[in-house]
């Protein structure tokens, strides 16, 4: 229902099921080339943590984000984040994701960077259309899930690292 689709199911005893997965028509969008038609590298190679709590969708941006020359630290949920922020100063970009389980969203990793570490940029990634309140944190860049790699550097580079 969020993307506009519907399920519908059809069942009688004896004669089976039938299912119907109703999807809308996509029409993506033409990305502007950049002038040499390359994906922009990450300048100085900074250090990301990449906080995901699905292991098949960390994989994915964990490529796209080593394809563009970021070095990539992993986390699976918000605490565990928090945990790497705190003993690793090198990191220097934060992707979470907003909707996680575990009592640490990424909103909430998010505040806690934003007021403790300053120096450290962070992008918000969802796939889930959602309200945004008037924290700070809601004032961040907030990718869609899917996203393009094109996407995913756009963002890092418009979240690099402010100066504390």
Known sequence: RQAGGALRIRSAPGQGSTV???LPRCHPEAEEPLAD???PVAAGGQLVLLVED???VRRVVRQQ???LGY???EADNGAQA???IEQIPDIALVLTDVVMPGGVNGRQVASRILSGYPEVGVVLMSGYAEGRGD???DRLPVLCKPFSQQELARAL???SPRKA
Do not use: C, F, H, T
């Open 65 to 67: 984000l080593v394809a």
């Open 157 to 159: 580079s418009s979240a």
């Open 71 to 73: 070095p990539v630290l």
């Open 20 to 22: 119907l997965l109703v």
């Open 54 to 56: 699905d292991a098949e």
């Open 135 to 137: 924290g700070e944190a």
């Open 37 to 39: 038609g390359a994906l």
């Open 82 to 84: 928090l945990e790497l």
